[in-house]
């Protein structure tokens, strides 16, 4: 029982680890980068049309598996594929924590 517990704790320990590593991302540059964004999520993230999300202050994991979901097409909206598609990894993780840094 002690062995399964451990397992446990330890796979979870490592997912959430997985997690940060995935969206540390360099704000500055993503500031840059999001300036196409500020049409639909407004130029501080937060949105003026009540269909679009808020984007500023959300975490930066959420925001970066959001848009590789969208870029993947795990996530349709034709809007945000479109969107996503040209952004690398590196763009993601930094457009994330640009808006993980607004509050």
């Not at 959430?16 to 980068?33: E, F, L, M, Y």
């Not at 349709?76 to 993780?93: F, G, I, Q, R, V």
């Amino acid at each position: 029982m002690k062995h399964q517990i451990l397992a446990v704790v330890s796979a979870l320990t490592l997912a959430a680890s997985a997690n940060v590593a995935i969206a540390a991302g360099d704000a500055a540059a993503g500031k840059a980068k999001a300036a196409s964004c500020a049409g639909c999520h407004g130029a501080a993230g937060i949105s003026a049309i009540p269909t679009y999300p808020n984007l500023a202050g959300q975490k930066e994991a959420y925001l970066a598996k959001q848009m590789k979901a969208f870029k993947d097409g795990t996530r349709k909206d034709p809007t945000m594929n479109a969107m996503a598609a040209p952004l690398s990894d590196a763009d993601m993780a930094n457009i994330s924590a640009f808006y993980a840094g607004l509050k």
